[in-house]
């Protein structure tokens, strides 16, 4: 009875997925999903130097999916790479590297920098020495 109840469960996700990908167009479908279809293209292999590896237990690799662009919103299949951690690395928008900040983001974030050295400072002060003092 319970296998029954899954193969139906199996089943009706199985539909679903497929009239999603019919109805809307691959930059619009589930972020889960594009990551799935892209890896099951290309498999676990780097697309820019070529590395090749499976793990046996889970048959993932080390592998991550690279915006070309570095927009992060950009779900394109044109846009997407699949890439080894080392490669990603050395791109230009991996991880933090691609954040943009507007005037108003760096200047909240200078002010707080210069509140933080002033709070470490007034320290020094209160106390009529000096944090090199201390060590």
């Given at each position: 009875m319970i296998d029954c109840r899954s193969e139906k469960i199996k089943n009706f996700h199985r539909k679903r997925i497929e009239l999603l990908k019919k109805s809307l167009p691959f930059e619009k479908w589930p972020k889960r999903l594009i990551r799935k279809v892209v890896f099951e293209e290309v498999g676990n292999h780097c697309g820019e130097c070529g590395y090749e590896y499976e793990d046996?237990?889970?048959?993932?690799?080390?592998?991550?999916?690279?915006?070309?662009?570095?927009?992060?919103?950009?779900?394109?299949?044109?846009?997407?790479?699949?890439?080894?951690?080392?490669?990603?690395?050395?791109?230009?928008?991996?991880?933090?590297?691609?954040?943009?900040?507007?005037?108003?983001?760096?200047?909240?974030?200078?002010?707080?920098?210069?509140?933080?050295?002033?709070?470490r400072n007034l320290g020094t002060f209160q106390y009529g020495y000096s944090r090199v003092a201390q060590r």
């Open positions: 046996k237990i889970t048959g993932k690799g080390p592998f991550d999916l690279h915006h070309k662009d570095g927009d992060k919103q950009n779900w394109k299949r044109e846009n997407l790479k699949v890439l080894c951690l080392n490669c990603h690395w050395k791109t230009g928008s991996w991880k933090f590297r691609n954040k943009r900040h507007s005037a108003d983001s760096r200047r909240r974030i200078s002010e707080n920098n210069v509140m933080k050295k002033l709070k």
